[in-house]
């Protein structure tokens, strides 16, 4: 079945660093592929998606490109803040509109 | 502007009650979607819907139901309230068909405490 493997967190850095948090993915067929953020407190809200082999998504300095060869979404950003401090989840969407989701990863960013 | 609120934000409640969780969303979407997320576990998908009167089980649907009367609300029920339903609930909604960048929207969520 489908399913999506995060790395295990925490994730500790500090600011201006360079961030990678990697996804893989196994799944039949072509699944869309998204990276939700979770703040403290808050529900999940989309950060990026990609919806084919080879298509990066972006948004607010983080990127994620969709690679079918090596069934991964890892998500980057060249300088992070401490604003960054969350939960990210990759996610892949199954059949219908549903979801699977990674078991998240936490990032703290500190001065 | 379009919104999906959950309540209560927070509930403690005994084992064996029957507890009932709001979600209610603007945004004219077909489909909801309910999860509960725990450490080590992610979010896991506990029942959806793709329009009134439309009920499906997800991957952890033992001990809860849902029922979708009409567009906006989609409540969901512990029939019997367990320990091992402690968790954070979130609800969700995204427009349906079959889009493939489909996002689905997440309500504030709601923090359950079964003792």
């Known amino acids: 079945g489908n399913s999506v493997t995060q790395m295990e967190g925490p994730v500790t850095l500090s600011e201006e660093a360079f961030l990678t948090i990697n996804c893989t993915y196994t799944?039949?067929?072509?699944?869309?592929l998204f990276w939700y953020v979770q703040y403290p407190g808050e529900g999940l809200q989309l950060l990026l998606k990609?919806?084919?082999?080879?298509d990066k998504g972006s948004n607010k300095g983080f990127e994620a490109t969709y690679r079918k060869e090596t069934t991964s979404f890892h998500l980057e950003k060249g300088s992070v803040q401490v604003s960054d401090s969350a939960v990210y989840f990759c996610?892949?969407?199954?059949?219908?509109?549903?979801?699977?989701f990674g078991t998240g990863t936490r990032l703290q960013v500190f001065p | 502007d379009a919104e999906i609120t959950q309540s209560p934000r927070h509930k403690i409640t005994e084992t064996g009650r029957q507890v009932t969780l709001a979600c209610h969303q603007t945004?004219?979407?077909?489909?909801m979607f309910w999860y509960r997320q725990d450490l080590g576990h992610g979010l896991r998908l506990i029942h959806y819907?793709?329009?009134?009167?439309?009920?499906n089980k997800g991957e952890v649907s033992d001990g809860y139901s849902v029922s979708r009367s009409n567009t906006e609300d989609l409540p969901l029920t512990l029939e019997s309230a367990a320990s091992s339903q402690t968790s954070v609930y979130f609800c969700?909604?995204?427009?349906?068909?079959?889009?493939?960048?489909?996002?689905?929207?997440f309500g504030p969520g709601t923090r359950l405490t079964v003792l």
């Open positions: 819907s793709y329009g009134v009167q439309d009920t």
């Open positions: 996610a892949l969407r199954g059949g219908a509109d549903k979801l699977i």
């Open positions: 945004w004219n979407h077909n489909n």
């Open positions: 990609a919806t084919k082999a080879d």
């Open positions: 799944a039949t067929g072509y699944p869309s």
């Open positions: 969700a909604s995204s427009g349906g068909g079959d889009r493939a960048y489909n996002e689905q929207f």
